[in-house]
């Protein structure tokens, strides 16, 4: 299996600007997880979804972002506008409920550059 | 709410020596406990997971303890290795859903 893929790998934009993240799970994983990491706050988790439904976006920073599952293999987070405080590594994982306890997949993540 | 913390930013250790890492977690409701790998420019990877109902939980080279009445997790790292070299997470959730926290890592230096 390819593990978690997530597009693009860098992106630079300029702040106002309509961002699009892209993340295949691994295939058969029913849990899907969208993490924002930055030096000064660490790991966060912001949506996860289970069989395609959110099931806690409680940490999801404000209503210029938005995540979308239409389906078992393709998430989407996109944030519009886009700030320069939205600069970050934004990580999508997965996992399987039969698999090891809590154990996710990460990808190897999008870094996000607002200008 | 839950919160996961780390005591070390960073460690600094010989090549060939052990490692330990240390965490704390806040949520005496937590049940598994999980430890992150991450290495520059990569995703974290899973290394090694203990349930509460577990002190200690080994796997190769690496040992997770778990003390639940102060509330403290560690990562021992045997003979660590250059390829060692990254930042390590603790993580915590609870029984129901799939829900983890995370502490704020550790770096830890290999040095030859």
């Known amino acids: 299996d390819a593990g978690v893929i997530q597009s693009p790998r860098h992106e630079v934009t300029e702040m106002g600007q309509e961002v699009t993240l892209r993340c295949k799970p691994i295939?058969?994983?029913?849990?899907l997880f969208w993490y924002r990491q930055t030096m000064m706050r660490g790991l966060e988790l912001l949506i996860y979804?289970?069989?395609?439904?959110?099931?806690?976006d409680s940490g999801m920073p404000e209503d210029r972002f938005s995540a979308k599952m239409p389906n078992a293999s393709f998430s989407t987070l996109k944030i519009q506008p886009s700030e320069p405080r939205d600069s970050a590594v934004y990580f999508c994982?997965?996992?399987?409920?039969?698999?090891?306890?809590?154990?996710?997949?990460f990808g190897p993540g999008t870094r996000l550059t607002v200008l | 709410g839950e919160s996961v913390g780390l005591h070390l930013p960073t460690l600094s250790v010989q090549e060939g020596d052990n490692s330990i890492i240390n965490c704390a977690y806040s949520?005496?409701?937590?049940?598994?406990f999980i430890w992150y790998k991450q290495e520059s420019g990569k995703g974290p990877q899973f290394i090694i997971d203990?349930?509460?109902?577990?002190d200690k939980r080994q796997g190769q080279r690496v040992t997770v303890l778990l003390n639940k009445t102060v509330k403290h997790l560690s990562l021992q790292i045997a003979a660590t290795q250059p390829g060692d070299s990254a930042v390590y997470f603790c993580?915590?959730?609870?029984?129901?859903?799939?829900?983890?926290?995370f502490g704020g890592g550790t770096r830890v230096l290999v040095k030859p």
């Open positions: 949520n005496s409701a937590s049940d598994y």
């Open positions: 993580a915590a959730s609870k029984a129901a859903g799939n829900k983890l926290t």
């Open positions: 979804f289970n069989n395609n439904v959110p099931i806690d």
């Open positions: 203990i349930r509460s109902n577990m």
């Open positions: 295939s058969g994983h029913d849990y």
């Open positions: 994982a997965s996992s399987l409920t039969s698999g090891r306890l809590n154990e996710q997949f």
